[in-house]
C-alpha cells in the first residue's frame, strides 16, 4: 500500500477531516490532499506528527515505500544543508559589522580632497563587502570619487605645466 492510501486510510479510520489535520499540523488543507492523492510527500517533521496525530508508527505509514524514503531522507539531508548556510551567512553577518555607511560617507568625503582621496577610495573599495547594506552604491560612489580626483589632478598638473594658458594682447 502506498504512503498516499496510508495517509488517507489512516485518517478515515481515525474519523479525521483534512480540515483538522491540516489544522492540526499547521498546514493548508490542499498539503493534506496532495500527501493523499500521491501528488506531494509531507516532509520528516509533518510525517512525524501524522503519525502521532494517527497513532500509528512511522514504518506502518511508510511500509513498502520505499521510494518515499529515499525521498524523505534526501529531502532531510537537503533541510539540513539548508539549514547550515543560513545558520553560516547570519553568523557571517553578525560577525562582520555593517561597514555600508561609513564606507559610504568615507567615499563622498574622499572626492572633494585631491590627493588623499585616490587613497580613500581605493581603501573604501578594497574594505567593501557583498554583506554591507550599500554594497553597490559604495563602488559607485568610490568610482565617481577617483574620476573627480582623476580630473582635479588634471586641473593642477595643468596649472603648474602651464597647459592651456591663454594670453591677451592689449592693442593700442
Known sequence: MSLSNQLKE???SKGLSQAYVAQTLNVSRQAISK???NRGYPDIDNLISLS??????????????KQLKEQIS????EITDKKKKI???????NKDKDEGLFLLLLAGISSFIF????LLS???IWKNKKSNSFYKLVYLVCVLALLLNLYDGYIHLANIMNWG???IEKIN
Open 115 to 118: 590627493p588623499l582621496g585616490l
Open 87 to 93: 545558520k553560516y551567512i547570519t553568523q557571517e553577518r
Open 10 to 12: 489512516s485518517r478515515i
Open 165 to 167: 594658458e591663454v594670453s
Open 74 to 77: 534526501k529531502n532531510s539531508k
Open 52 to 65: 502521532e496525530l494517527y497513532q500509528v508508527s512511522i514504518d506502518e505509514l511508510l511500509y513498502e515505500n
Open 35 to 37: 500527501w493523499e492523492n
Open 122 to 124: 581605493s581603501f573604501a
